[in-house]
């Protein structure tokens, strides 16, 4: 399986982004998708995740602003990214596994990474 994001960028306080992550391969064995994010100097975070029944958790720092969907082929993930702050900067990665757990802030059993996005907010 491979999974590789689009639609990173730069964006003033309080505006809005949509990240997309595209999976190919072997997606039968994808039954969870998320979202992390590393910024500069600190550890990878979890942001969201959705399992294969469209269930979907937030970190707390983004409930309410961040929603995270798929298409109905599951192959394609999103990220709306609305409310931005300064905080949000960080590189940004989707990643997926196989089986029903579905951690939103556990990284370790992601087996299928992308390469990142990055997302800049300016005060």
């Known amino acids: 399986v491979q999974v590789v994001e689009s639609g990173g960028g730069s964006v003033q306080t309080g505006g809005s982004l949509r990240l997309s992550c595209a999976a190919s391969g072997e997606t039968y064995r994808v039954l969870c998708m998320a979202w992390f994010r590393q910024a500069p100097g600190q550890s990878r975070e979890g942001v969201a995740s959705i399992d294969n029944k469209g269930t979907t958790a937030y970190a707390d720092s983004v409930r309410g602003r961040f929603v995270i969907s798929q298409d109905n082929t599951k192959e394609n993930l999103y990220l709306q990214m609305n409310g931005l702050k300064p905080e949000d900067t960080a590189v940004y990665y989707c990643?997926?596994?196989?089986?029903?757990?579905?951690?939103?802030?556990?990284?370790?059993?992601?087996?299928?990474w992308g390469q990142g996005a990055q997302v800049t907010v300016s005060s």
């Open positions: 990643a997926a596994k196989a089986g029903i757990y579905c951690p939103t802030h556990t990284e370790s059993p992601y087996i299928y």
